[in-house]
């Protein structure tokens, strides 16, 4: 079992920035894949970023390639995703998720979730 805790969120300007983080507890010492998504009202859950156990493997989705970045400290079980020059569309709230050492975009890969994070870009 993993617990995951995500917080970060808060209200930004477009243009701006915010750093979003993921702590887990529990079976931690697992290899574990730990995906960022991202759920806007009225719309489906979407793939935001994902990190492999190492931090060596990093995917991201079309639409935040070049203005996220995603990160992990295994010593502290956290992993963050650094969102800059933020745009009115990535209004969403973000949850972090982990996966037993599958590596993919899809949801159901990931059996443990963060409760949600609230990002709103807006002026």
């Known amino acids: 079992q993993v617990l995951l805790v995500d917080s970060g969120g808060g209200l930004v300007q477009p243009g701006g920035s915010l750093r979003l983080s993921c702590a887990a507890s529990?079976?931690?010492?697992?290899?574990?894949?730990v995906g960022w998504f991202r759920q806007a009202p009225g719309k489906e859950r979407e793939f935001v970023a994902a990190?492999?156990?190492?931090?060596?493997?990093?995917d991201y989705a079309d639409s935040v390639k070049g203005r996220f970045t995603i990160s992990r400290d295994n010593a502290k079980n956290t992993v963050h995703l650094q969102m800059n020059n933020l745009k009115p569309e990535d209004t969403a709230v973000y949850h972090c998720?982990?996966?037993?050492?599958?590596?993919?975009?899809?949801?159901?890969?990931?059996?443990?979730w963060g409760q949600g994070t609230q990002v709103t870009v807006s002026s």
């Open positions: 529990g079976r931690t010492s697992s290899g574990y894949t």
């Open positions: 990190i492999s156990w190492s931090g060596g493997n990093t």
């Open positions: 998720a982990a996966s037993g050492g599958v590596w993919g975009r899809h949801p159901d890969l990931y059996a443990y």
